[in-house]
Nanobody, 123 residues
């Protein structure tokens, strides 16, 4: 079975850091685009950051640029999201996803999803 599993979420104070991991299995995602989305209570799921295995091809939402860093390790079949200078408004469930559309920013652009990991940032 195709599976994406996130980990690394938790509770952190404002200004702190957290690193999320997503391990994928079941098939090769070499030709896919891997992205992180988040969903807060009462809001739609929104794009945060994405990456392709080719070089430094990355994309960030304005809210994440300068604070978050997305990276991947094809050998470990994993993608990461390093989050620094966290703010209370970053509180959400974070999901990793895979799709065939180049740096798509809509949830419908993605075919596979992880179960999500909760990130809570206190004031």
């Amino acid at each position: 079975q195709v599976q994406l599993v996130e980990s690394g979420g938790g509770l952190v104070e404002a200004g702190g850091s957290l690193r999320l991991s997503c391990v994928f299995s079941g098939r090769s995602f070499r030709t896919y685009f891997l992205s992180w989305f988040r969903q807060s209570l009462g809001k739609e799921r929104e794009f945060v950051a994405g990456i392709h295995w080719s070089g430094d091809a990355t994309k960030y939402a304005d809210s994440a640029r300068g604070r978050f860093t997305v990276s991947g390790n094809i050998v470990k079949n994993a993608v990461y999201l390093q989050m620094d200078y966290l703010k209370p408004e970053d509180t959400a469930v974070y999901y990793c996803s895979a799709g065939t559309r180049l740096f798509g920013v809509r949830p419908d652009d993605y075919d596979y999803w992880g179960q999500g990991t909760q990130v809570t940032v206190s004031s």
